[in-house]
Nanobody, 116 residues
Framework: QVQLVESGGGLVQPGGSLRLSCAAS????????MGWYRQAPGKQRELVAA???????NYADSVKDRFTISRDNAKNMVYLKMNSLKFEDTAVYYC??????????WGQGTQVTVSP
C-alpha cells in the first residue's frame, strides 16, 4: 500500500513558477516509478512527467524545457518544478506511483491555476 499526498498548488501568473511536492508513505518508495499527471476541466488525465527509481525522467512534449521532475528517495518525496507557466497548464495535478505487477496509486490532487 502506498499513500500519496500532494502539496504546492495555487494561483500563479503566466510566466511564473511553482513547485509541487508529493509525500509518499507506506511501502518501498524507491521501487516505484513516480509520475505527475494533470487533468483540466473537460479533458482526460494526461501524463506530465515521470521518473524511474534510478532517476531517468520523461516529459510530455508540452512541458519539456519548462518542467523538471525529481525525487528524493531518502525522504520519500517527488517534486515537480514548473517554470514559465502558461494558461494551458491550469489543471488538477496528481501524483502517481506505479510498479510492474502492482496496482497504481494516486494522490488526491492539487489545483494549479495560471491566471493574471
Amino acid at each position: 500500500q502506498v499513500q500519496l499526498v500532494e502539496s504546492g498548488g495555487g494561483l500563479v501568473q503566466p510566466g511564473g513558477s511553482l513547485r509541487l511536492s508529493c509525500a509518499a508513505s507506506g511501502s518501498i518508495f524507491r521501487a516505484y516509478t513516480m509520475g505527475w499527471y494533470r487533468q483540466a476541466p473537460g479533458k482526460q488525465r494526461e501524463l506530465v512527467a515521470a521518473i524511474t527509481s534510478g532517476g531517468g525522467a520523461n516529459y510530455a512534449d508540452s512541458v519539456k524545457d519548462r518542467f523538471t521532475i525529481s525525487r528524493d528517495n531518502a525522504k520519500n518525496m517527488v517534486y515537480l518544478k514548473m517554470n514559465s507557466l502558461k494558461f494551458e497548464d491550469t489543471a488538477v495535478y496528481y501524483c502517481n506511483a506505479r510498479r510492474t505487477l502492482f496496482p497504481p496509486y494516486w494522490g488526491q490532487g492539487t489545483q494549479v491555476t495560471v491566471s493574471p
